[in-house]
T-cell receptor, first 115, second 115 residues
């Protein structure tokens, strides 16, 4: 199936640990994103990569580090996890056109719980 | 900066009724796209409908249609003949072609369809 797939779907971990979330898309899109959805359901962009190049880096703590080995993959590594990092993290992809975008395709999200 | 505002945190209607969700946005750009996304309890983000700002004609997708008022910067979603499966969070989103090139979301409206 063509899709954006992210793993794991659920992640429960203790404060201070380091964890990674992986994302892959087989849609041939050139741009990938990480969004954070907080407990109030608000979605905010964290990072954006276009053809492996970082193009958006919002005000996110340095503990969050994205990595894009190729344009089909965008991983998110989080160091020294804190309680406030608990949220749902969405990966998304899009093909950026000169005239705009047809919209983003989202993965199913990773619910991260820090205890 | 681009902003999106959804002023209705929650709405509830009976099955088969028509419901309209409100969205206003702010941008200084002329070229942009507007989207409505649906997030059911499964957490998946699903694209419902898309509108190009340069098109005067309102977009329609089956039971879903929009009322795009560019001068008023308003973009409402109308769901006709509502079904139980329409129960979800609905997010309005703005994408600008110049500048930030990121999808900015509103706070969401929780829609419940009652049997």
């Amino acid at each position: 199936d063509t899709a954006v797939s992210q793993t794991p779907k659920y992640l429960v971990t203790q404060m201070g640990n380091d964890k990674s979330i992986k994302c892959e898309q087989n849609l041939g899109h050139d741009t990938m994103y990480w969004y954070k959805q907080d407990s109030k359901k608000f979605l905010k962009i964290m990072f954006s990569y276009n053809n492996k190049e970082l193009i958006i880096n919002e005000t996110v703590p340095n503990r969050f580090s994205p990595k894009s080995p190729d344009k089909a993959h965008l991983n998110l590594h989080i160091n020294s996890l804190e309680l406030g990092d608990s949220a749902v993290y969405f990966c998304a992809s899009s093909q950026i056109l000169r005239q705009g975008s047809y919209g983003y395709t989202f993965g199913s999200g990773t619910r991260l719980t820090v205890v | 900066a681009q902003t999106v505002t959804q002023s209705q945190p929650e709405m509830s209607v009976q099955e088969a009724e028509t419901v309209t969700l409100s969205c206003t946005y702010d941008t200084s750009e002329n070229n942009y796209y507007l989207f409505w996304y649906k997030q059911p309890p499964s957490r998946q983000m699903i694209l419902v409908i898309r509108q190009e700002a340069y098109k005067q004609q309102n977009a329609t997708e089956n039971r879903f249609s929009v009322n795009f008022q560019k001068a008023a910067k308003s973009f409402s979603l109308k769901i006709s003949d509502s079904q139980l499966g329409d129960t979800a969070m609905y997010f309005c989103a703005l994408y600008t072609i110049q500048g930030a090139q990121k999808l900015v979301f509103g706070q969401g409206t929780r829609l419940t369809i009652n049997p």
